[in-house]
């Protein structure tokens, strides 16, 4: 395994929160990749520190957040919000593709993907 | 399968592997079985978008499942329904709250960039189901069944294989992208030795009768509503420490359950018997070949960043309502089973040979088209399975359906045909000849029950033989075996050996 701490790690308002882990450059460089954005050497420890700013400012939601209070997911208090399974007419494949960059026999078309199995 | 058709990178991932036995005498196997089914729902999870199969390219598609900016899901309620008889009926505990999560990732199978699943918050959990395999019941423990939605079709363009590597690029059609899916999740499966890959396959035929029980969903894995990814470690013999797992996707039969179950049990023990180290991957399964490729490297794909899909509401299910849709489940299949084999009056020995055969749904349909217990087993069982087992396919998978085989079953107690002939039939019936009364016909098949015909051909052989008439009319009755042979050899298997023996003895007085 990777030393490097997985994004839920340096997440801050988990249950419980208090105290994060630094954003090291290692961490940085891993998200970069997932985000698939190009992240030049000399800017990983400018974001890392940028980035630390940010969560410890987060992490002050987890000084008020006592043990017992749920993380919110939802900023309304509904549940059970169900459809009917009845098919209703959507797009055409002319205004689907309409808004495709490209297209080729009816079906969108994408750059190669990144040299990874899918 | 010829061997003809293996490129030579197969050969050598063949020559490679292990025996069976050996690597089954050092190392014990550790199985987890990650099932996909496809809900049978008229409309998509999360949009009203319809699921037909095989329909035109994006001709099913909707703002939602395109990701178009602002639109917004909203979860059928009919697929959670559904979620939940599954749950019910692998004996899991449902969830009286749960939610959706986002799946993050970059491939363009979905245009939102994740798909929405549930991580943390499976709707149901904790289960198990008691799988037969050959005399015994091993139970496989459930851990999870997690609603979530299907991905689009990709087909890569360019590459020589058709996968993702040399493509150049993708074609994508969204009508899959949404379609209700549930995952059922096993906790590992020890102690199998080397019945693992008999135990998955078993395990995975099993799930698929309940599954279409249920009527949740059609269950055909020849057209991916139901897709297995068979997980599978080596740890040496006795280790309770598990080894590094792999995760073989693309099993697209019952079948290749088991081939890729024992494939991966021989290519890992080959690797650690040589002091390599398994890597942590997804692997694809080459049904040509019967072997497994190595695909990506899980460590990092895997890393999802999963958080609650702020855009749906929790789902939760009042104890009322989970009540209701467990009183309404059908009659689950081995509970039909006992009911079946108290009305058709089978032993034990003949129910559950039946069962590992997969046979009784196709008896009960047989039956059900007329024919009487015993003889629809013993169609099934005996000259069927043998078609089946040459085409190296299921019962179910063969070109006969139960009321055809009900046919010819009507056919035989009539008398119309014997039993030879009604094997002809069936014969033509698999080889796309038509309905039975049409082969029969085509092929001249019909018992020779023309009382005039046989007692000419009856004549014949006696004045051939003149001894037999002496030997039957001394005591000797066995010998009209030879009258009888004579008779079906002139009539060409057409006649019906009882009525020729009746008719002879008639005849000699």
């Known amino acids: ?118 | 399968m010829t061997t003809a058709e293996l490129t030579p990178a197969e050969w050598a991932a063949l020559d490679d592997v292990a025996d069976f036995d050996e690597a089954i005498a050092a190392f014990d196997p550790v199985l987890g079985l990650e099932v996909h089914v496809e809900l049978g729902t008229a409309t998509k999870m999360f949009c009203s978008c319809a699921t037909t199969f095989g329909a035109e390219p994006n001709t099913q598609v909707c703002p939602v499942c395109l990701a178009l900016p602002g639109a917004m899901p909203v979860v059928n309620g009919t697929a959670v329904e559904y979620a939940i008889r599954i749950g019910l009926a692998l004996n899991c505990s449902i969830a009286p709250w749960c939610r959706f999560a986002r799946k993050n990732y970059f491939y363009p199978d979905m245009p939102k960039n994740f798909q929405t699943s549930q991580y943390d918050e499976p709707i149901a959990f904790d289960g198990y189901l008691d799988v037969p395999v050959g005399d015994e019941i091993v139970r496989v423990e459930i851990e999870r069944a997690h609603m979530e939605e299907d991905t689009g079709k990709s087909t890569h363009i360019g590459g020589a294989t058709g996968r993702i590597h040399g493509a150049e690029f993708s074609l994508l059609d969204y009508n899959r992208a949404g379609v209700p899916l549930v995952e059922i999740v096993s906790k590992p499966i020890v102690g199998t030795k080397a019945s693992a890959p008999e135990v998955a396959r078993a395990y995975v035929a099993t799930l698929q009768d309940l599954v279409r029980s249920l009527g949740v969903s059609d269950v055909r894995m020849d057209q991916g509503s139901m897709r297995c990814d068979v997980n599978l470690s080596l740890t040496p013999a006795g280790n309770p420490v598990f080894g590094t797992r792999t995760e073989t996707k693309n099993v697209n039969s019952l079948r290749s359950v088991e081939r890729a179950a024992r494939f991966e049990i021989c290519r890992q023990a080959s690797v650690l018997t040589a002091g390599g180290e398994i890597r942590q991957e997804t692997r694809h399964f080459d049904e040509l070949a019967g072997t497994t490729a190595s695909g990506r490297v899980k460590e990092t794909a895997e890393d999802y960043r999963y958080f609650p899909e702020p855009d749906l509401v929790p789902v939760a299910p009042s104890a009322q309502w989970v009540e209701q849709i467990r009183a309404a489940l059908p009659e689950l299949p081995w509970v039909r089973r006992e009911r079946l084999q108290r009305d058709w009056g089978f032993t034990d020995l003949e129910m559950r040979d039946l069962t590992n055969a997969r046979g009784v749904e196709l008896v009960a349909q047989t039956v059900a088209a007329g024919a009487g217990a015993g003889d629809a087993r013993s169609w099934w069982m005996s000259y069927l399975a043998q078609q089946a087992n040459s085409a190296g396919v299921e019962l179910s998978e063969l070109a006969i359906t139960p009321a055809q085989v009900a046919a010819v079953i009507g056919l035989v107690s009539s008398g119309s045909l014997t039993a030879a002939l009604a094997r002809k039939v069936v014969d033509g019936v698999l080889a796309g000849e038509g309905e039975p009364a049409e082969v029969v016909e085509k092929r001249g098949l019909a018992v020779v029950s023309d009382d005039s015909a046989l007692q000419a051909a009856i004549d014949e052989a006696l004045a051939a033989q003149p001894d037999v008439a002496d030997k039957i009319r001394s005591g000797k009755v066995q010998a009209i075996g030879a009258i009888v042979g004579a008779v079906m050899k002139a009539t060409r298997g057409q006649a019906d050996a009882a009525k020729v023996r009746e008719l002879t003895l008639k005849t000699i007085g």
Do not use: C, K, W
């Open chain 1, 1 to 118: 395994m990777s030393a490097v701490p997985s994004t839920e790690q340096v997440e801050p308002t988990g249950p419980g929160g208090t105290e994060h882990p630094t954003v090291s450059r290692e961490d940085v460089a891993h998200l970069a990749h997932l985000a698939r954005l190009a992240v030049a050497d000399e800017e990983l420890d400018r974001y890392a520190e940028q980035l630390d700013v940010i969560l410890h400012s987060v992490a002050a939601v987890a000084a008020v957040a006592a043990d017992d209070i749920e993380p919110t997911s939802h900023a309304v208090p509904l549940i059970n919000v169900y459809r009917e399974d009845v098919v209703r007419p959507g797009l055409t494949p002319e205004e689907a593709l309409a808004m495709a960059p490209a297209a080729d026999a009816g079906r969108f078309r994408v750059p190669q993907i990144l040299g990874e199995e899918q």
